[in-house]
């Protein structure tokens, strides 16, 4: 198993363009979770999936936001519309239980 | 409402010197603590974790961690501090709520090493 993988690892964008990125979590993790780093600062929870289902959405995630996880493999989030307070390190985690999450190496986003 | 304090925003070290980095939580149960660790521009590595039983916990690298009930703290610690341990570590509490199994972070402490 190769771990969490995040696709892209940066991106750069034009403020208004939409941006999706991709996560493929540990083949047999069920939970998947998307957490957003600003400079200086720890994660902040996004989302959560259990298998597809997703489970819970933090305020933090506006309407411009959308995540899936379809069939419960790979997982993808969409912004539209993006905003320069958007820049950020966009990070995949994925887990079995409660043990410890593991990591992506996250996806860089840069508005400008 | 959960929270994690990391009082300290850097620390600078020699080589070889010992280390502590700090943690404070507020959580109404028994906690779900780790530590992470974070090289620039990557993700994070989990160092250890504390879920119950022994309260000082051993992880990778040759880190250590206490959790202190009474003081609502789990400090890491590391003897020998290694030219490669600088980077940014962070302190997490799990939380349960709503059926959802989630970390709360703090803000991190960036660790420089003097060589």
């Known amino acids: 198993d190769t771990g969490v993988s995040q696709d892209p690892r940066h991106k750069i964008t034009k403020r208004g363009q939409n941006v999706t990125f991709r996560c493929d979590p540990i083949?047999?993790?069920?939970?998947l979770y998307w957490y957003r780093q600003t400079l200086g600062q720890g994660p902040e929870f996004l989302t959560y999936?259990?298998?597809?289902?997703?489970?819970?959405k933090s305020r933090l995630l506006s309407d411009r936001f959308s995540a899936e996880r379809p069939k419960g493999s790979f997982s993808t989030l969409e912004i539209q519309r993006t905003e320069q307070g958007d820049s950020a390190m966009y990070l995949c985690?994925?887990?079995?239980?409660?043990?410890?999450?593991?990591f992506g190496s996250g996806t860089r986003l840069t508005v400008v | 409402a959960q929270s994690v304090t990391q009082p300290d925003i850097h620390i600078t070290v020699s080589e070889g010197a010992s280390l502590e980095l700090r943690c404070n939580y507020s959580?109404?149960?028994?906690?779900?603590l780790f530590w992470y660790v974070q090289s620039p521009g990557q993700g994070l590595q989990l160092l250890l974790k504390?879920?119950?039983?022994?309260?000082l916990v051993q992880g990778i690298k040759g880190f250590e961690a206490e959790f202190k009930r009474s003081q609502s703290s789990f400090n890491l610690r590391k003897p020998s501090v290694h030219w490669s341990d600088a980077a940014e570590y962070f302190c997490?509490?799990?939380?349960?709520?709503?059926?959802?199994?989630?970390?709360?972070f703090g803000t991190g402490t960036r660790l420089k090493v003097l060589a």
């Open positions: 999936f259990q298998n597809e289902a997703q489970l819970e």
């Open positions: 985690a994925s887990s079995s239980d409660e043990s410890g999450y593991t």
């Open positions: 959580y109404g149960a028994t906690p779900y």
């Open positions: 504390y879920f119950s039983g022994d309260t």
């Open positions: 997490a509490v799990g939380t349960a709520t709503s059926g959802t199994y989630k970390y709360i």
């Open positions: 083949s047999e993790h069920n939970r």
